[in-house]
């Protein structure tokens, strides 16, 4: 509490949900404009965007562009905004003066920093990863590590 604040927590929260929001209505909105020509089976266990854009039957490269860039900067944002706080809570971990308390701060963070760190790592090898390296059993299991197991 001495830390932070309810109106600084109310205020991530806020911006948390605002770009969550704003994120999935721009996938939302794009998914339902495009036009699909090779059925609605989607080879998955949830509509994932890519897997949708390879039923579309139109070409909107640009529009691909767009929610890719839109999608690098919030990533991006989210990142930076991790990396800072997961900075102050070790530098307030670290002035904290018995071991006893830190082990115990330490044991806390430390396993939502490895969720944190597999659910960013798997979701950029699966978007990011060239078409010519992609199966379906490999983007199953792929999905299945970045959406089910943090």
Not at 15 to 23: D, H, K, P, R, S
Not at 75 to 104: D, M, N, T
Request: with cysteine; glycine share 6%; charged share 10%.
């Amino acid at each position: 509490g001495t830390l932070l604040g309810s109106r600084a927590c109310v205020h991530m929260a806020a911006a948390a949900w605002g770009t969550g929001f704003l994120y999935a209505l721009l996938h939302t909105a794009n998914t339902f404009s495009l036009p699909l020509c090779q059925g609605n089976a989607v080879e998955q266990f949830f509509c994932e965007i890519p897997r949708l854009l390879k039923l579309s039957c139109s070409h909107s490269y640009l529009r691909e562009l767009g929610l890719l860039v839109v999608s690098a900067c919030l990533s991006f944002g989210c990142f930076v905004f991790i990396v800072g706080s997961y900075v102050q809570i070790f530098r307030a971990v670290l002035r904290i003066p018995s071991e006893q308390g830190r082990h115990k701060a330490f044991s806390t963070c430390l396993p939502h920093l490895v969720v944190v760190s597999v659910f960013i790592s798997t979701a950029m090898f699966a978007y990011l990863k060239p078409p010519s390296i992609s199966s379906s059993y490999l983007d199953l299991m792929v999905a299945v590590l970045y959406s089910v197991v943090p």
